[in-house]
């Protein structure tokens, strides 16, 4: 994936999440994050791929958002929806 795209897409999740997630977090910590070990309801997780899709200018299939276990790859469905 190109490293323009995960930092980008990181920094979205960053700013999202920014305090559902430790701060100490590193960027590699943060892919491998489970989605479920997160502090954030249903509606968090929408507002975070909604500002993905914002950000990326792009729609996400529901069916493999739902197939995401950790932020990881959910970096990864936006870098193969943004043209990876």
Do not use: Q, W, Y
């Amino acid at each position: 994936m190109n490293d323009e795209i995960k930092a980008r897409a990181l920094g979205v999740i960053k700013a999202v999440l920014a305090e559902s997630v430790p701060a100490n977090t590193t960027d590699a910590g943060l892919l491998d994050l489970p989605l479920e070990d997160l502090a954030i309801d249903s509606l968090g997780k929408l507002e975070l791929v909604m500002e993905l899709e914002k950000t990326f200018d792009l729609l996400l299939d529901e069916t493999r958002i739902a197939a995401c276990r950790s932020l990881g790859d959910l970096v990864s469905l936006v870098g193969e929806g943004a043209g990876e």
